[in-house]
């Protein structure tokens, strides 16, 4: 098992900055993706960015290519997202979600999920 606890999240303007943490712990060294999901109000679960165990690959979802960074820690079992220019449309809660394969965008692929933690971004 593997258990993810997210942390950072908060309230802040539009075009400000958030960053948002993600532990993990149990039997991480099978673990070969991590990644952020994002759920807004009455909207479907999206996801955001993705990161290999490794730190090596990196992906994200159009809509935050430029504004967000996905990076590992220097102890490889803590993940970021540092959140640039935030929009008001950025307002959600960020899930942390890991998975035992290479990456993918589909929140079904992923084994592991945080409990969330909420964003909001006023205009």
């Known amino acids: 098992q593997v258990q993810l606890v997210e942390s950072g999240g908060g309230l802040v303007q539009a075009g400000g900055s958030l960053r948002v943490s993600c532990a993990a712990s149990?039997?991480?060294?099978?673990?070969?993706?991590m990644g952020w999901f994002r759920q807004a109000p009455g909207k479907e679960r999206e996801f955001v960015a993705a990161?290999?165990?490794?730190?090596?690959?990196?992906y994200y979802a159009d809509s935050v290519k430029g504004r967000f960074t996905i990076s590992k820690g220097i102890a490889k079992s803590t993940m970021y997202l540092q959140m640039n220019s935030l929009k008001p449309e950025d307002t959600a809660v960020y899930y942390c979600?890991?998975?035992?394969?290479?990456?993918?965008?589909?929140?079904?692929?992923?084994?592991?999920w945080g409990q969330g933690t909420q964003v909001t971004v006023s205009s």
């Open positions: 979600a890991a998975r035992y394969r290479d990456y993918d965008e589909n929140q079904y692929e992923y084994d592991y």
């Open positions: 149990g039997r991480t060294f099978s673990i070969k993706t």
């Open positions: 990161i290999s165990w490794t730190g090596d690959s990196t």
